[in-house]
């Protein structure tokens, strides 16, 4: 597996991850807010300092980050797994130790994810950032012992 940051050919194929990974992981979205958000990620996607994952010659995931903050970190459905995540996530700590997470509290593989990894949850929102009834849990490395 390769990290390696992203270029704008990446672009579509981590947009093709995350709607496949938030197909698979975001149930609780409504059709209305999925749609919404869809067309954030679309236009938030190809500015970001993204960050890609690949195995086999293929992109299997994707993070965005800015500053400390992992703005998002998707991993197509089929790679679940098979440490795509992970390796992210190691690259992220490796420029910013001290990195941040907001994770969906609805979607059940993210908190255990980030607790996995040494984060710490360290406080939680009632809605996401454009005020929709998603709640965010808040976390960041290291954990405090």
């Known amino acids: 597996m390769i990290v390696r940051a992203g270029a704008a050919r990446d672009s579509a ?18 059709p209305e807010d ?6 954030q990620v679309s236009a938030f996607l190809p500015q ?3 960050w890609v994952a690949e195995m ?22 089929s790679r679940h797994g098979q440490g795509v995540g ?23 593989n993210a908190a255990a994810f980030y607790l996995a990894k040494g984060f710490e949850r360290i406080g ?6 454009e005020g929709r009834p998603y709640p965010l ?3 960041r490395f290291p954990a405090k012992a």
């Open 124 to 129: 939680r929102s009632p809605c996401d950032h």
């Open 56 to 77: 086999d010659g293929e992109v299997a995931g994707f993070m965005v980050l800015d500053g400390d903050m992992i703005e998002a970190l998707f991993v197509d459905p």
């Open 13 to 30: 194929a981590a947009l093709a991850i995350w709607r496949a990974a938030v197909d698979a992981t975001h149930g609780f979205l409504s």
């Open 34 to 39: 999925r749609q919404a958000i869809d067309a």
């Open 86 to 108: 992970s390796a992210l996530v190691a690259h992220a700590l490796t420029l910013v130790p001290q990195a941040r997470v907001d994770a969906n509290e609805q979607a059940d």
């Open 137 to 139: 849990v808040h976390f």
């Open 48 to 50: 970001s300092p993204l």
